[in-house]
DNA sequence: AAGAGTTGCAACCGCGTGAGC
DNA sequence: GGCTCACGCGGTTGCAACTCT
């Protein structure tokens, strides 16, 4: 038993880490995470637990490059919704919110990037009549802002619906014209030439059921069955057992390297 | 071959929200 | 109703891998 309280550690986790938070994952659930960092004996945060379950750890995940038909959804989502990232995901079984999120920013910026150089040569300033001279952004826009195109600026078409009560995408409008809509700006103009392929996923949450992925979290590999049926009670016996996960993991790992 | 620049991704941070007291 | 705490989300950063010169 530890009297001294350790610091909390920060950066990359290992596998051995991640062996661990697995388990108590399948011990304790996917919602108690300050909790699962501290018995699990990880000198992590709850939050950072999360996320490394979320966004790396988790049964459901696929990894790998975007299909088409995926990248085509995220950019109609987008569309549709702003940076809701997590509502984007949803609609896209065994991808996470940060890795759209990441495409999302590494595909636009390219986009925007040639978009630039499209347009610099012939007409430096060609549209920065109607640019605001301390909005460097709008420079990028293809077009200027217009009624037609306005529900970019207020996170979807649904919020042109005269509603009383405001949606979310409108609220996240009244936040102003972000970076981001430069994205959102990018991905309208694609969007004219890129037919919405939305095809139906579940409307209410992430049902995980695409087919098992043999490229996700390798850690599986070494978390038995029988872990993920256990009840709480049942798991209470295995609390002050970390160390017995840290063997376990090495001797899984020593079966598999041979 | 080596250094500089770029890209892609994992992880952290700050804030908003909702549940429990 | 107000407070506290944990969780979830979106934005941002850091760094390893890759590409270019």
């Not at 490394?52 to 459901?60: A, I, S, T």
């Not at 959102?184 to 919405?196: G, L, V």
Request: glycine residues 6%; charged residues 30%; aromatic residues 10%.
């Amino acid at each position: 038993m530890k009297m001294v309280q350790e610091e909390i550690r920060k950066g990359p986790w290992t596998e051995k880490e991640d062996f661990q938070l697995v388990c108590f994952v399948g011990l304790f659930g996917d919602r108690r995470w300050d909790f699962i960092a501290k018995v699990s004996g990880l000198n992590r945060t709850g939050k950072s637990c999360r996320l490394r379950w979320v966004n790396y750890l988790h049964p459901g995940l696929k990894r790998g490059k975007m299909t088409p038909h995926e990248e085509r959804l995220v950019l109609e989502l987008h569309s549709q919704w702003g940076n809701r990232w997590s509502r984007i995901a949803r609609k896209l079984p065994g991808r996470t919110d940060n890795e759209i999120k990441n495409y999302w920013r590494t595909h636009m910026r390219k986009k925007a990037q040639e978009r630039k150089r499209a347009i610099s040569p012939s007409s430096p300033s060609s549209n920065c009549s109607s640019s605001a001279p301390h909005n460097p952004k709008v420079d990028l826009l293809p077009f200027s802002e217009t009624e037609e195109r306005s529900f970019h600026d207020t996170g979807g078409p649904k919020a042109l619906a005269p509603t009383g009560k405001k949606t979310e995408e409108e609220k996240e409008a009244d936040k102003g014209y972000s970076m981001d809509d430069i994205w959102k700006d990018i991905a309208f103009s694609e969007e004219n030439t890129i037919k919405p392929v939305y095809d139906g996923y579940k409307e209410e949450g992430c049902d995980f059921a695409c087919p098992p992925n043999p490229m996700a979290s390798p850690v599986w590999d070494y978390c038995p069955d029988s872990l993920w049926r256990m009840d709480e009670e049942e798991s209470k016996m295995f609390l002050p057992m970390s160390d017995q996960f840290i063997s376990s993991y090495e001797h899984g790992m020593a079966s598999l390297t041979g």
